[in-house]
């Protein structure tokens, strides 16, 4: 089968395509998927530069060549000897959090608990752009911020960083359970970001957000310092001073602590930093999210796809064999949704 690899960690040159990799075999909970489109996310780039590695080192039984890649929308082609509910040829769709397994390749073994039916209502290139950004927000919600989402309508809730592919698809959901949107884009992504839902879009070449926002419930921070120096005091001052506030952030330092302590080390050291900002800005609640896998959210999302309340939205599209273009587009920091990979060869 066909795969894109990187051999080394470095930038975005580093990609080949390689023609004679072994077909894997699906273990006993495994689903053999053939993958018609994957998508990529900012943390591709990121891991590519060798971000994370005290963690997906352990994870990945042989280093390199590693193939990288969570999305997919595919078809089935062999069911792994305990699987039960899917059958040869049906539709499917997910997201695989195994190191050892990217998408960005011809087929790709994955665990029964990360895929489900794809809504037919959509194709394979809109359905690969939205499972990691949706289980992301997925997460951040139920796992890591204890919130429940029907519990949220009426809530004011403010995302930094509204144009990209998390934000695309978070505006559209707290939209749907009845909260009251503020986020922040450039001027070209205004438009879109208010068809999703956006009540107020605050342009940030223009105001400062923590200036003209008050009294919110819900800081959920897609960038972090990554755009604005010391982006927790900035988004915690917009909320109110109570205990049902929450600050969630997707950028913080845990993974890089990680890295540069190593587990044993690194933990603690990174529990005692979110304890520090915990006690700083309480009564606010402070998350630090992280992607977690969840069959359950991914059921949602199809649910929710199907009944067309979330709808994909797509940046741009590129061959697989341009995968390196693809990582070159995101690093802009600038993309209107989601950049999918067709795996049309
Ligand atoms: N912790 C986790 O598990 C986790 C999971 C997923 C994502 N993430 C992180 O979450 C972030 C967002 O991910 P993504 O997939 O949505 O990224 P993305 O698709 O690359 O989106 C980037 C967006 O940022 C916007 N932007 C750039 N500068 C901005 C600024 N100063 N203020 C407001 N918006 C700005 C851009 O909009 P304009 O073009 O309008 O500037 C663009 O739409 C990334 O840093 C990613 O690494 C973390």
Redesign the pocket.
């Known amino acids: 089968m066909y795969a894109v690899t990187i051999n080394k960690y470095g930038d975005a040159s580093n990609f080949q395509i390689e023609k004679d990799i072994d077909l894997p075999k699906p273990k006993p909970n495994q689903i053999l998927i053939k993958v018609h489109a994957s998508s990529v996310?900012?943390?591709d780039l990121?891991k590519r530069e060798g971000y994370g590695r005290a963690i997906f080192e352990k994870q990945r039984k042989i280093l390199f060549p590693w193939i990288l890649g969570s999305d997919f929308s595919g078809s089935v082609i062999e069911l792994g000897s305990k699987v039960t509910g899917f059958n040869i040829d049906d539709e499917v769709w997910g997201c695989t959090s195994n190191a050892n397994s990217g998408t960005h390749s011809e087929f790709v073994c994955i665990d029964v608990d990360e895929v489900t039916h794809k809504p037919n209502n959509i194709n394979h290139l809109e359905a690969a752009s939205l499972p990691?950004?949706a289980l992301?927000t997925w997460s951040a919600l139920v796992r890591w911020s204890g919130l429940r989402p029907n519990d949220l309508k009426g809530k004011k809730v403010f995302i930094?960083?509204g144009?990209?592919?998390?934000?695309c698809f978070s505006i559209q959901l707290f939209n749907n359970l009845g909260c009251e949107i503020a986020t922040?884009?450039?001027k070209?992504?205004i438009e879109l970001v208010q068809s999703l839902g956006a009540n107020q879009v605050i342009d940030?070449n223009e105001e400062n957000f923590e200036d003209v926002l008050h009294n919110f419930d819900i800081a959920y921070d897609?960038?972090g310092d990554?755009?604005?120096h010391n982006s927790i005091d900035k988004c915690c001052k917009i909320l109110t001073q109570s205990p049902d506030s929450h600050y969630i952030t997707?950028?913080h330092p845990l993974v890089n602590t990680l890295d540069s302590k190593g587990l044993i080390m690194g933990v603690p050291h990174a529990l005692y930093l979110r304890q520090v900002q915990k006690n700083k800005y309480r009564p606010i609640n402070i998350h630090w999210?992280?992607?977690r896998p969840s069959l359950s959210g991914l059921e949602q999302l199809t649910q929710l796809v199907q009944e067309e309340t979330i709808k994909p939205v797509i940046d741009s599209v590129y061959a697989i064999e341009d995968l390196q273009l693809a990582h070159q587009k995101?690093a802009t920091?600038?993309?209107?949704g989601?950049v999918v990979i067709d795996h049309k060869v």
């Open positions: 996310n900012p943390i990121m990691y950004v992301t930094q960083g144009a990209g592919g998390v934000g922040t884009c450039s070209k992504n940030y897609l960038l990554n755009v604005s997707l950028t999210s992280i992607y995101i920091g600038h993309v209107s989601k």
